[in-house]
């Protein structure tokens, strides 16, 4: 009979404990799967005709004064059997399961079990053999099975199902097992007949990781029709692949899932991880693999805009940079922390967080009742400091001024030496993000329209380097320069720079999806390879600018000694 049109019952016990012949029942539950779908259960608790010993209550929960007034087995199994029937018995560690049946069965009077069945511990043996411990525990954690109720007889013979689907799954693509004869007798195979590996893992290892580069790129995983399931980048291509195919038995289900689905591998080098990394983001929206759990729509990171287009700015946060004159930060992780960081500038800084209809109504409103707005509506001093509060949170953002950090740790101790600890908490938790936001500003040193750079990295080959053109926060250019760069190289960079940082180049007016998800990009390697970077402002001599970059490109080009290490 084929496994489609085979009907299993899942069944588990509980007992008064583990000794066969003396101890006796407690709860019986069972699950009917046909299809991959269940389609009916069975659950009762058991009177044992005697005490439930109190350990037996803390693994289970089931204590003496539950199944008093119970029914015995003996007037349970029958209904039991009833809904077995004539299909295949299947349980974990089946023989402890089946003695503790057939004893209740003897003890009834009825004949023991000896229809077809199935033992999922005999199979996890043979599929999951370097799985330290073969439990169910320890089977449903590295398999991420959820099980509702552990120790009770139903929610066990649950997950011991969800167990035998995985497996029946596995064993079709593994070992071309379609039928339940074929299923039952795979069972008492001799290990070293079901420790053979799929033949396309073999073909893979032989044929394909033979010729996978060891420098940086992006890979593509392919399934049988050549679609791509997974894309992924690396700073060397050989080492990473090479992971995917070396203990596949070790790796979390769903890597295991998805080497089971691959048959190809493909792959591009970029020559930087920097390269690799921006288009690896492009790729995963490209292709939209089924694997790429992250990454497959572009989000919307927040920035925070400081408004400086009013005579008196305000600082909120969006979605999306515009070239409306205002200067934007970031961008950071969250939606919920740029929310924070807006209310906890506002309550440091004290700049107005009214809106212009209520501002030109010229008289102070609830925020400066809350000592949180200087009240330049009605001019007088609260307008004349007002420029100094602007300058203040701009060279915070920008991390030059770090008065914010010892305002919140001081209100982080006195909310502490209160006794408010909820307050403090969270005092604590912005003192935390202020102080990573300040180190990202503080290398950025900058608002998004204000980074103008160029970044250098150089190729794992060493016969190039790799210099991305940064203007506006935005990738205006690509170039490779060969090592050592001849007159025509050193003419070509000149073209480039002059290109991508020339003064009549006009900023966007509105920065899509895919731009601000190469601006984070960007950002972030710029934030952790500062001394890679050459910096370019308006008015800087072009000669001037050509020098400090070639000097970095020089710099820059790594000796023959140093190693190349992958960073994931």
Same mark, same amino acid.
């Given at each position: 009979?084929?496994?489609? +049109? ?108 000896? !229809?077809?069945?199935? =033992? ?36 066990? %013979? ?214 949180? =707005?200087?009240?330049? =509506?009605? !001019? ?37 030496? !209160? ?37 250098? +990295? ?13 203007? %506006? ?96």
């Amino acid at each position: 009979m084929r496994l489609e +049109e085979t009907t299993f019952v899942v069944t588990d016990t509980e007992t008064t404990g583990s000794r066969a012949g003396e101890d006796r029942m407690i709860e019986i539950g069972a699950v009917k799967v046909r299809g991959a779908e269940v389609v009916g259960t069975f659950q009762h608790l058991v009177n044992p005709g005697r005490h439930v010993p109190r350990r037996i209550t803390l693994l289970t929960g089931i204590s003496t004064a539950m199944v008093f007034d119970q029914p015995a087995a003996a007037d349970i199994l029958p209904a039991w059997l009833d809904f077995l029937g004539e299909d295949v018995l299947v349980a974990h560690n089946l023989p402890f399961d089946r003695r503790v049946i057939d004893q209740e069965l003897a003890l009834a009077g009825l004949p023991p079990l000896k !229809g077809p069945s199935l =033992c999922t511990l005999r199979l996890a043996r043979r599929l999951v053999p370097t799985l330290s411990s073969k439990g169910l525990t320890a089977l449903t954690d590295h398999f991420e099975i959820r099980v509702n109720g552990r120790h009770r007889a139903l929610g066990d %013979a649950e997950a011991t199902a969800k167990l035998l689907l995985h497996f029946v799954e596995r064993l079709k693509r593994e070992f071309g097992i379609e039928t339940a004869e074929e299923l039952l007798a795979f069972q008492h195979r001799r290990y070293r007949d079901t420790r053979r590996e799929p033949a396309h893992l073999v073909r893979i290892r032989k044929e394909v990781l033979p010729r996978v580069p060891d420098r940086p790129g992006v890979y593509f995983m392919r399934d049988k029709r050549g679609q791509v399931i997974y894309v992924g980048k690396a700073k060397r291509l050989s080492a990473r692949v090479r992971t995917y195919f070396n203990a596949v038995d070790n790796h979390a289900p769903h890597i295991q899932k998805l080497v089971r689905e691959v048959r190809d591998v493909t792959w591009e080098e970029t020559g930087t991880e920097l390269a690799a990394l921006l288009e690896e983001s492009r790729l995963i929206k490209h292709h939209l693999p089924h694997f790429n759990r992250a990454g497959r729509r572009y989000r919307d990171y927040p920035f925070l805009k400081l408004d400086t287009t009013h005579p008196y700015p305000t600082l909120s946060w969006v979605h999306f940079i515009e070239g409306d004159g205002a200067e934007y930060y970031g961008p950071l992780p969250r939606r919920y922390q740029a929310e924070e960081l807006v209310e906890l500038i506002g309550r440091l800084f004290q700049l107005r967080e009214c809106d212009d209809p209520v501002f030109h109504l010229g008289r102070p409103c609830l925020y400066h009742a809350m000592g949180r =707005c200087t009240a330049p =509506c009605v !001019g007088g001093e609260g307008a004349a400091v007002y420029p100094r509060v602007v300058d203040q949170v701009r060279r915070f953002l920008t991390g030059h001024d770090e008065t914010a950090l010892a305002t919140v740790e001081a209100a982080m101790h006195e909310a502490a030496a !209160g006794r408010e600890f909820e307050l403090a908490g969270y005092y604590r938790d912005q003192l935390r993000r202020l102080e990573r936001m300040l180190d990202y500003q503080r290398r950025v040193a900058g608002a998004v329209h204000d980074h103008h750079a160029v970044l250098i +990295e150089p190729e794992a080959s060493g016969e190039a380097s790799q210099l991305f053109m940064i203007r %506006a926060g935005r990738l205006a250019g690509r170039l490779r320069v060969p090592t050592p760069p001849d007159a025509a190289d050193l003419e070509a960079l000149a073209a480039a720079l002059a290109a991508a940082f020339s003064l009549d180049a006009p900023v966007p007016e509105r920065f899509d999806r895919q731009e601000v998800d190469a601006i984070r990009i960007l950002a972030h390697w710029m934030r952790l390879h500062p001394a890679r970077m050459v910096r370019w402002a308006p008015g800087l001599d072009p000669d001037l600018f050509l020098s400090r970059v070639l000097d970095a490109l020089v710099a820059a080009v790594p000796d023959d000694a140093e190693a190349i290490e992958e960073e994931e």
